[in-house]
């Protein structure tokens, strides 16, 4: 990590101290990134940026106060120091909040087993361009699509420094680089679009941008003719693309602030049955050339893989040091911050156990039902896990897809939907969330 970082973290905290701070920690984030949109065959938008954020936390017993800044020069740093200070003594007392002790912190990693950041040379703005023009022709080449809306690749580098007055001192660099394409089918009232994208951290994993287009123009033109789907209880298959969802419900469930406050329909589940008894849910923050892994918390803490469900049981919270402490227990290393905010708890890599069946054979399995491609909106009830969501997607009829879906909504009780999902063997293991096609069945589809 460049010196630059650790140099900037240091003045933060030394302000800090001079200023009155009993305990404090800095945050600084460098991003340089670029970011190309072509339409039409010509490019449309070229973005350039850079920046460089810092946060300081401060504590004053047990007050505390949060400031940032874009600029690292040393009367900004004296000033916002001095701001944060004065605005933690008059925060409210809060006795969880504070800083883990020295010997809670990680002392080392191994950065290079993670893979978080592409060791060759930066694409040219060149390179960039003729990804999401090849990912626009495909799209436009597919018979049906009436234009692209859409298509762009970019190129991201992020560096991120952390230290603390207990000692703690570390920072780690990722990159990025993703391809995207959306395509419209149709013309007029019966326009339809879908999209497909794909982001890596290492370029030599990232799909050809012909295949993304492709796979954009094909999902666009299979969408044409959608109607609405009978009303009434029906199996419900959620497509790979967007089946994380339902497991990303359960994890806001699992969050400790909401535990702490008793706004969580888990709050009473632990060590009870959540899951079907063949299924489990990891964590794994050590994963490579994934996104969320991370040698270490927004607190300084050594992350770790553990097990959230276990054949089908709740084994553990997602908890920060604050939510860990106001419930009692340790810290599982889940911290998470902006520049401008204190840590929270947040999840990093996680894994659904994977199924023995296709999509397709589910889709034979389930009958007649609906296979769910796309979400809109989301009203989930926290305290009840009342489940009501948009979608469109495809009707199937004894096993076979028979016709695109719109305009539908479709419900059910959160709890009861997680104890029986049928996972399928299709998930795609390089994601952050590694969740396979699910099956539920008996939930409410309103249609026509």
Not at 32 to 50: D, K, M, W, Y
Not at 302 to 330: H, M, Q
Request: hydrophobic share 35%.
């Amino acid at each position: 990590m460049p010196h630059q970082l650790s140099e900037i973290t240091s003045r933060l905290l030394t302000a800090a101290r001079s200023a009155g701070a009993s305990d404090a920690d800095a945050i600084v984030i460098k991003n340089n990134s670029t970011t190309i949109n072509v339409r039409g065959g010509t490019l449309e938008h070229a973005e350039r940026s850079q920046s460089m954020a810092i946060g300081l936390r401060v504590l004053v017993g047990n007050r505390q106060a949060c400031v940032s800044a874009s600029d690292t020069s040393q009367s900004t740093i004296f000033k916002i120091s001095e701001q944060a200070v004065a605005t933690a003594k008059e925060a409210p007392i809060d006795p969880y909040c504070g800083i883990p002790n020295s010997h809670q912190l990680t002392c080392k990693w191994d950065l290079d087993a993670l893979e978080l950041a592409d060791p060759s040379e930066e694409p040219p703005q060149t390179d960039l361009q003729d990804d999401a023009l090849s990912c626009e022709a495909a799209a436009t080449e597919i018979k049906g699509v009436s234009q692209v809306e859409s298509a762009s690749s970019s190129y991201a580098v992020t560096e991120i420094y952390l230290a603390a007055t207990n000692g703690f001192s570390g920072g780690y660099r990722r990159t990025n680089r993703s391809t995207s394409c959306v395509a419209i089918s149709g013309t007029g009232t019966e326009m339809e679009k879908d999209y497909d994208s794909d982001n890596r951290l290492f370029q030599c994993d990232l799909r050809d941008p012909v295949e993304i287009g492709r796979t954009a123009g094909e999902r666009a033109v299979a969408r044409v003719g959608g109607k609405k789907p009978l009303t009434g209880n029906f199996p419900i298959l959620f497509d790979e693309r967007i089946s994380n969802s339902i497991i990303q419900h359960f994890l806001s469930a699992t969050n400790g602030q909401s535990i702490a406050i008793g706004a969580s329909w888990l709050r009473d589940s632990m060590h009870k049955n959540v899951l079907p008894d063949t299924l489990s849910i990891i964590e794994d923050p050590h994963r490579p050339r994934t996104f969320n892994s991370r040698p270490f918390d927004a607190e300084g803490l050594p992350t770790f893989r553990r097990t959230i469900v276990e054949n089908g049981i709740l084994r553990g919270w997602t908890l920060d040091c604050a939510t860990a402490k106001r419930l009692g227990l340790t810290s599982t290393s889940n911290a998470t911050r902006t520049i401008a905010s204190p840590p929270a708890p947040s999840n990093w890599n996680i894994e659904l156990t994977s199924g023995q069946s296709s999509q397709t054979e589910l889709l034979r399995d389930m009958g007649t039902g609906l296979l769910v491609t796309s979400l809109i909106g989301a009203t989930i009830n926290p305290i009840t896990g009342n489940y009501s969501r948009g979608a469109s997607g495809f009707w199937v009829t004894n096993g076979t897809i028979s016709h695109p879906v719109n305009e539908c909504t479709i419900a059910g009780n959160l709890p009861d939907m997680l104890r029986r999902i049928i996972p399928a063997n299709d998930a795609q293991k390089y994601l952050s969330i590694v969740v396979p096609s699910l099956l539920i069945e008996g939930m409410t589809i309103a249609g026509q």
